[in-house]
């Protein structure tokens, strides 16, 4: 059974960091596209970052410069570092795989980031 675990959600203050953990278990990690979206309260979810199998990243305009994502295929984790954070990236970050050429999709449980003073 696929399986995502994400972590490292919190508050902080505008201008800090924060970096998300999403640990994959029961797929074969190296194959999936994986990403982030994000949710605010009372808007549609949106792509954050997404990360393919050779690594080539894809940012959403507003975070491009302030995130990075990342990978490492030997934990089966992705990482969402987070900087100068805005009071505007408060959301529910949601970790998701995705295998290529296919409809299937996994998503996580979702972790709160809440930026404010």
């Known amino acids: 059974q696929v399986q995502l675990v994400e972590s490292g959600g919190g508050l902080v203050q505008p201008g800090g960091s924060l970096r998300l953990s999403c640990a994959a278990s029961g797929l074969i990690f190296d194959v999936y596209v994986m990403g982030w979206y994000r949710q605010a309260p009372g808007k549609q979810r949106d792509l954050v970052a997404d990360?393919?199998?050779?690594?080539?990243?894809n940012y959403a305009a507003d975070v491009e410069g302030r995130f990075t994502i990342s990978r490492d295929n030997a934990k089966n984790t992705v990482y969402l570092q987070m900087n100068n954070l805005k009071p505007e990236d408060t959301a529910v970050y949601y970790c998701?795989?995705?295998?290529?050429?296919?409809?299937?999709?996994?998503w996580g449980q979702g972790s709160q980031v809440t930026v404010s003073s």
């Open positions: 998701y795989a995705k295998l290529p050429g296919t409809k299937y999709e996994k």
């Open positions: 990360i393919t199998s050779s690594r080539n990243t």
